[in-house]
């Protein structure tokens, strides 16, 4: 157990990193005149994952459960 406390902070420096890496990768079509109703989002259409972009995204959602659940296990132990 002594072992776990003594690497969590690593791992969940590690997870922190690979979640910003996640987030950074995803590609974003967001610009300042979407948010005014502007811009060429297709009508609002929301497109579908595809590809790497699937991946990333099921990657970061998964890295991001992992460090909540190591962030909860932190404050337990």
Known sequence: MEFLK???PY????LGFLVVVGVLLQQSDASIGSVFGGGNDAGGIAHT???AEKIIFNGTVVVSILFVFSVIFGLLA
């Open 6 to 8: 003594e690497i969590l």
């Open 11 to 14: 791992v969940q420096l590690a």
């Open 49 to 51: 994952r595809r590809g």
